[in-house]
């Protein structure tokens, strides 16, 4: 048998930052638009919840615990967002530059990367590609503030919720929110086909695949 070692090189992972955000809003028809970049994004949080313990007592002692289902959320923050969020944010443009808030609020899908860093490769060790589905979007609130002397971008935030879509795994049907894809643990030729939809090509608009086509591009 072979003995444990600990922060051997190259196996100290860690994982920072968060860029090539990308909106898709879903549309009248059920389907997802053509993705546009999220310009300016400076942190998404994920946030799962639910999955309460529920614990059944019998003969004097805990028989079973049952955990309740699980929920996926999360917050969006940015220097900017994209014209097309507007009616995730509960916004119409009525006419150019003019927008009224207090509307309904459109359910969107969204992806974004993080890198993956080692102790040998830095921050080019590899990357995840976190795609969300079935989201929209809470009120948010808004601070402006004068300038003076130490002048700060104001950063806009976004709370989010989601209603959990279909999978098929092992021929069974689940549900999910969230489909993360690690780049050092899968094939560089099926990643590229991934990224093609979720960024688009010189020829193809960008797209959000379901999370039944996302698996079946990886061999």
């Not at 969020?85 to 974004?112: E, H, L, N, P, Y």
């Not at 990643?191 to 090509?201: C, I, R, V």
Request: proline share 4%; net charge negative; aromatic share 10%.
């Amino acid at each position: 048998m072979a003995m444990l070692t600990w922060d051997g090189t190259g196996q100290k992972l860690f994982e920072t930052g968060t860029d090539r955000g990308v909106l898709y809003v879903l549309d009248s028809n059920n389907e997802y638009k053509p993705g546009v970049a999220w310009n300016g994004l400076t942190s998404v949080t994920e946030s799962p919840s639910g999955a309460d313990s529920n614990k059944q007592y019998a003969d004097n002692t805990i028989y079973a615990n049952l955990r309740g289902a699980e929920e996926f959320g999360g917050t969006i923050e940015a220097f900017t967002y994209p014209d097309e969020w507007a009616v995730c944010d509960g916004s119409v443009i009525v006419k150019g530059g003019i927008v009224i808030g207090q509307q309904g609020r459109r359910t969107f899908g969204f992806s974004f990367r993080t890198k993956i860093g080692n102790d040998v490769d830095g921050l080019d060790h590899g990357y995840k590609l976190h795609l969300i589905y079935g989201a929209t979007a809470s009120p948010s609130e808004r601070s402006y503030e004068t300038v003076n002397d130490s002048p700060e971008a104001a950063t806009l935030s976004w709370e989010f919720d989601t209603v959990p879509v279909d999978v098929t795994i092992d021929g069974v049907q689940k549900k999910v929110s969230l489909l993360t894809i690690d780049s050092t643990k899968v094939a560089k030729a099926d990643l590229d086909t991934l990224e093609a939809a979720l960024y688009g090509t010189q020829s193809e608009d960008a797209y959000l695949p379901t999370p039944d086509d996302v698996i079946a591009m990886f061999s």
